[in-house]
């Protein structure tokens, strides 16, 4: 399994932010410039550039070559290095689901196949259900992306039930 390092302070100040959150995903597998960012959030293109400014500065995403636009202008488009999977950052636990919220707002309730499930396992149970999952996890993260595939976004909480206590 990655073995996780915890954030720095402006690691996870950048992560912090359900936006840019939202950038990296955009820029998961497929670089794309500032404006292209912009027109797929629905954002003006000045905001999303302070946000991949950050998340340039602080490693979560890599300046491609650049290229000129349709007329001529300088463009350069940005890659999501994937540095966020080897950290540990509770600051932006938060963020993640925002942003997952916002992404599953966008999606027809028709294609979302979600499931949930209550368990009662011992604490030597659950360490190994925790331990499998992440291998699974690990397993899946570790594996090229492949460009003529569907996207696909996978979200996952485990929690101590309150409702159950």
Not at 75 to 84: C, F, V
Not at 147 to 162: E, K, T
Request: net charge neutral.
């Amino acid at each position: 399994m990655t073995e996780r390092r915890p954030a720095t302070d402006a690691e996870a100040k950048a992560l912090a932010s359900a936006l840019r959150l939202r950038i990296l995903r955009i820029c998961l597998g497929e670089a794309h410039t500032n404006q292209e960012i912009a027109a797929i959030l629905g954002c003006a293109p000045a905001t999303v550039l302070h946000h991949t400014r950050t998340l340039v500065r602080t490693g979560f995403l890599a300046a491609q070559e650049e290229r000129r636009g349709a007329r001529g202008a300088r463009e350069i488009p940005y890659l999501a290095t994937r540095k966020s999977w080897q950290l540990d950052s509770a600051a932006h636990d938060r963020s993640v689901l925002d942003a997952f919220l916002q992404e599953l707002a966008l999606t027809p309730a028709a294609e979302v196949d979600s499931t949930r499930l209550g368990l009662r396992l011992p604490p030597a149970e659950m360490e190994d259900f925790r331990r499998r999952l992440g291998a699974l996890l690990e397993e899946f993260a570790a594996r090229p992306d492949d460009p003529a595939a569907p996207a696909w976004s996978l979200f996952l909480v485990v929690h101590p039930d309150p409702n159950r206590p």
